[in-house]
């Protein structure tokens, strides 16, 4: 079956970089159609989402934050990883990977999630 | 960006009876060449990730109770719960995926009257 899991540092500071990794199996990001995505969602609020990346390398990115985010992918480990640059305590936030297939595209499947807090 | 209004922000509803939460979308999210709207329902428990519920507006997910139905095309949609048991105590999303970027509703939180 599909699973996945973020994983990153919980703590960082003000203006630091982020990098989050998700692992995940049951499916290959070398197949073609498959796409892994990150989302996020502060406490108390609602979803947001961040970046996506395809079997073809394909990248997409929400133009909101394109500039601080980099989405890469890992084919042999089955990861696929997140930085964000220049973190502000506004990105405190729960940090969620998901599957979904390029000719799909809702997200059926989804990590348990990282919280991430921006703090000095 | 395509802006996904949900109503409303919160409702309660006793137990059996029927619960309605509605999406409506700042542009039309049906793709005219197939014929499907590109809108996904998730549910969300506390502690918990979303949990695909519904896509192309009205097809349940597999191992999702029939009480759940997606319904509308367009710009309006609504995701309809039967007859509320406790477990659907959730705080409910739609989903564009029609464009980039995908965007997602403020959610409603569904509780127990």
């Known amino acids: 079956q599909i699973t996945l899991k973020e994983s990153g540092p919980t703590l960082v500071k003000p203006t630091q970089t982020l990098t989050l990794t998700c692992s995940f199996s049951?499916?290959?990001?070398?197949?073609?159609?498959?796409?892994v995505g990150w989302i996020r969602q502060p406490p108390g609020e609602a979803l947001e989402w961040l970046a996506l990346?395809?079997?073809?390398?394909?990248?997409r990115y929400n133009p909101s934050l394109k500039s601080r985010l980099t989405i890469t992918k890992d084919t042999s480990k089955n990861q696929v990883v997140l930085t964000v640059t220049y973190m502000d305590p506004s990105d405190t936030a729960t940090y969620y990977c998901?599957?979904?297939?390029?000719?799909?595209?809702?997200?059926?499947?989804w990590g348990q999630g990282a919280l991430v807090t921006v703090s000095s | 960006d395509i802006v996904m209004t949900q109503s409303p922000d919160s409702l309660a509803v006793s137990l059996g009876e029927r619960a309605t939460i509605n999406c409506k979308s700042s542009?039309?999210?049906?793709?005219?060449?197939?014929?499907?709207?590109?809108l996904a329902w998730y549910q969300q428990k506390p502690g918990h990730p979303p949990k695909l519920l519904i896509y192309w507006a009205s097809t349940r997910e597999s191992g999702v109770p029939d009480r759940f139905s997606g319904s509308g095309s367009g710009t309006d949609f609504t995701l309809t719960i039967s007859s509320l048991q406790a477990e659907d105590v959730a705080v409910y999303y739609c989903?564009?995926?029609?464009?980039?970027?995908?965007?997602f509703g403020q959610g409603t939180k569904l509780d127990i009257k």
């Open positions: 998901a599957h979904r297939h390029y000719q799909d595209g809702y997200f059926d499947y």
């Open positions: 989903h564009q995926f029609y464009s980039s970027p995908n965007t």
């Open positions: 542009q039309s999210v049906l793709y005219s060449s197939s014929d499907k709207n590109y």
């Open positions: 049951g499916f290959s990001l070398s197949t073609s159609g498959v796409g």
């Open positions: 990346i395809y079997w073809d390398d394909d990248k």
